[in-house]
Structures are given as C-alpha cells and as structure tokens.
C-alpha cells in the first residue's frame, strides 16, 4: 500500500513528532509538497503532505491560522510538515490549536531534516508500492495463464476471484451467465442480466461499474472481444474498489479471456465452414459422406430428427434445392459480427448460446451477402435451438406491434423464418425445401416465423391474395363477367353454383332456383365462351380457385 503518515513518522531518519491529528496518521500520502504561498490550495490535488516554514504566514494569529488549516482540510490536504528553527523555533499554539480543531494531523519537522528528505522518503515509498504491485500483478497474470492453460476459463475465474478477494462471472454473446467463482456468486452474477445487455449495446471494448445497494458489493462489469460486437463479458464483485494488484489481475484475465474468444472465434469460423460442406453433402443426397465430415462435431446432430430453418431479413433470390452448391462457404462473413441491429446476427447468437447451455450440435452456415444475406439452420427436434429460435421470432413479433398483419405482405428489412417438419440425414434436401416454402409463406403473409407443419394445417385460401393469382382469376374471368353484364344471363354465379354441388345438375338448379335445363345451357354458354371444357378437372379445379380468389377482394 502507498505510504501513509505514520510510516512516515516512524522512519527513524526523518525523527519527525506529531503535534496534532494523532488519529489520523493511517491516511495514505500521495506526494509530498513543500509551499510557503498563504494561499496554497489552487496548487493543491489531495492527498499531498504539505511541508512549510511560515515563511509568509502569520502563524501566531488564531483567526488567520483557522482560516489557512481549514482551507488546507477542504483541499484534501493530508498532513502539514511545519519546519522549526527556521521562521520559528516551534510550532506557534495558534496553529497547533488549528490543526486540533480541524482534525488535520500536524508534523514538526527538525532543522536537521531536509524537505528534500521527505519527498524522497515518499517518493521511495511510492515506487516500492507501485513495484509490489507490479511484481504482485506479474504474479497474478502467472496463475491466471496457468489456471486458463490448465482448467480453461473455469480456472482462470477462481483464480481471478482469489486475487481479488471477491467473485468473478463470464457471460457469452447472449448475456446469459457461462461460470462463476466461487459458486455462490451465481446468482448475485444472474441478477446483473439487465446490465450486461446493456453494457453490450455499446462498441466494445467497454466498462461500467454497477453500484450495488446497501450492504452489496461493487461489481465491474467488462465487454471480451475485439470485434464490433462483444463476444462475451465478465463481471468482477468486489468489496471495495481494486488496488493497483487487484487491477493488474483483471486486466490480465480481461487479455487472457479475449485470446480465448478470438481463438474460438477462428474455430467458430473453421466449424462454419466444415458445416457448409456438411449442408451441401445433405442437400446432395450424400448423407453418409456429410456424417464422414461431420464426425464428432455435428455426428451426434445426423442421428436423430432435425429441423431445418432458413432465415432472411432481406429479399433474395429464390434458391431451389438444386442451388446448395452455390451455398457460400462459412466464414467469409459472420453474421456476429455485422452492424448492431442485425436480426440475422440476433438470431445466430440466440441459436447458438441456447444449443452452448443445453450441451447440443447445432449447425449454422451463412448463405449470400450483403442484401441477399440468409442464414440456414439444421438443429435437433424439440432441442434448445429449435426452441431459441421460436422464442426470438415470437420477441420481432412483438416489437413490430404484436397483431399478425395477414396478406399486407412484410417490410423488406424485416426478419423472416421458416421451419421445416422434422426430417432426417435422407430427407434433408425435402426439409431444406420445405423451409423455403415456409419462408415463402411467411413473406407473403407478413409473418417472421412459419412452421411447414402450419400449413397444412390452415387453408389454401388465404393464399390466393397473391397478386398473380388475381390477375390469373380476373383474366381468366373476365369473359363470363363481360358476358353477364350485358344481362343475358348470369353465368358466374350459375358456375359457382355447379362447381359447389361437385356438377351435380338439380342440387345446383336448386340452389339457382332455376330448372336443371337452363343450367345446362348456361354451363354450354361458360364452354363456348372460355373454350375450355368442363369434364376437364384441371379445368373445374382452375375455375374453381378464380372464383375463390375474386371472391376473397
């Protein structure tokens, strides 16, 4: 620790007495400065020992010495050093009187004793202070490399709360708490969530102190990682504010945990790409060859159901199943590391944090750039992923309002999901279309998450709001509504009539009100108009979605 006036005293060079502040004498001394201004304070920081002669102060006025002590107290003056036999051959009572009232401790320095001695002594005592703390810090990063080497960031968290006297957590890109030491400090670290995504919003690197309540402690929390966005966090609880060894140790372990994002930032990187090949050999129907290259990172993922989801958050071109080979190897761009705001990024730190916590594979390769950024998906059915991935659809959904704007059609910059059934190593390339279909879907309704198993379970109808469609029932209609307008019969409606009856002739004239004859010559009149024949059933099915279509403005 720096020194403070009762090191001071007790060096038995200096022989300095103390006449005042007894009390006071454990207050750490941060430099020593030698004054003889009546007014010294503008020159003063806090902390400093002030040594003087009373060259030019009155030291045996009371009211000028209450005066000159107590604005010497309010500068944060530590100690007065007051030389005798020079000015004076003792320490005037007014001044002595002064320093007891204010509380400050007071030094009577003998002629023998230079100034310059005591700045040195407290110069001295500084540098060894500031060397123990240093050699303490070399020390710390020591430990800190080795318990990182040896036991990963576990270690390296024990061994950082153990020099700190206190407790340490790392949080990943989610903000979700990764390890604590000691083991009690997990729930304190749970409960600081809210800061950490917070502190993650701002450019990395970054730091902020969160002042506890009453009785709690003071926890640092910083940002890991060099990229734009922090790659994880850590939090560091103490008592009080760290010593000079106590920051050289959490700076240590704030250099070390950055190695080690980066480091598995490039295998991230390496995984992606062994993950793109993966991908392509599923989709090319080579499913042994893609467990082959899997191996054990993605192995254990190939032998159960899995889902297979595609993301956009802009339009892109639509890709067929046949395109995987043009699937951009992994690595090139990572969506982690896009602009904040990103939902892409959003989704892939989601997925990924919540397969990391529940200890399963979860594949994720990055397809396109720039605006034709998509991102595919292959995670276990009903795994933690499939679930983050459905719970971070459901949040954009809320924020953009909550309501489902059906048949509006979704803004351009605006994240879209679609899931696959659960297939298998076999069916990839049919689940990979599946979730385009999805997706597709999706788009077009002006939804951020659609399920393939949703739609067969709702109805085709909604689906033909499509513009084309329209356009397709409208031209393919307009002769008949042409033909009934002039009021020589009704034969759009006499149509409908006949195709909801399945042709049956009198349930349909039934419904028209008409007799069976007059509808048989109006189904003639809809042949000989549209040229079509109505035994056709492509045909009957085609009439049938334009007038559901036109029905459906």
Known sequence: ?????????????????????????????????VSELADPVPYMEGGELLLVTALKLDAEDPEAMRRYVKRLVGAGVVGLGFAVGVNYEEIPKALVDAAEEEGLPLLEVPRRTPFLAISKAVSAAIAADQYRAVTAGFAAQRELTRQALAEGPEGLLAALASQVDGWAALYDASGAVVATAPEWAGRRAARLTADVERLRERPAPASSVVGGPENEDRV????????????????????????????????????????????????????????????????????????????????????????????????????????????????????????????????????????????????????????????????????????????????????????????????????????????????????????????????????????????????????????????????????????????????VASLRAWLSRHGQWDAAAADLGVHRHTLRYRMRRVEEILGRSLDDPDVRMELWLALKATSAE
């Not at 403070?4 to 502040?21: D, E, F, I, P």
């Not at 899995?306 to 071109?317: D, L, N």
Request: charged fraction near 25%.
């Open 1 to 33: 620790m720096p020194p403070t006036l009762a090191s001071l005293v007790h060096h038995s060079a200096l022989k300095l007495t103390v006449r005042a502040g007894e009390d006071r004498l454990d207050v750490p001394v941060r430099w020593a400065h």
């Open 220 to 491: 640092e929390l910083h940002s890991i990682g060099t990229g734009r966005r922090p790659r994880a966090a850590l939090a560091v609880g103490t008592a009080a504010a760290p010593g000079t060894a106590e920051r050289y140790a959490v700076h240590s372990a704030i250099a070390l945990l950055t190695l080690t994002t980066e480091r598995s930032r490039s295998l991230h990187a390496a995984e992606q790409r062994i993950g793109a090949a993966v991908l392509r050999m599923l989709l090319a129907g080579e499913p042994d060859h893609a467990r082959a290259v899997a191996g054990d990172l993605y192995g254990g993922l190939l032998d159960a159901p899995f889902r297979m989801i595609v993301a956009e958050s802009a339009p892109v071109a639509r890709m067929s199943v046949d395109s995987h080979a043009h699937l951009e190897v992994a690595g090139k761009t990572n969506p982690a590391d896009r602009a904040e705001g990103d939902p892409l990024a959003g989704l892939t730190e989601a997925v990924e944090a919540a397969a990391a916590r529940a200890g399963e594979a979860v594949l994720v390769v990055p397809e396109g750039d720039g605006e034709g950024m998509r991102l595919v998906v292959l995670a276990a059915d009903g795994g933690a992923a499939v679930g983050a991935c459905a719970d971070y659809a459901s949040a954009m959904e809320a924020a953009r309002g909550g309501a489902v704007r059906e048949q509006t059609g979704a803004d351009e910059d605006e994240l879209v999901i679609g899931e696959s059934a659960p297939v298998g190593p076999i069916a990839a390339a049919a689940g990979y279309k599946q979730a385009e279909q999805a997706l597709s879907v999706a788009r077009r309704r002006g939804r951020v998450f659609v399920e393939h198993e949703q739609l067969a379970a709702g109805s085709v109808v909604p689906l033909l709001a499509d513009d084309a469609v329209k356009a397709f029932a409208d031209g393919l209609l307009r002769p008949l509504y042409e033909h009934d307008a002039t009021g020589r019969g009704d034969l």
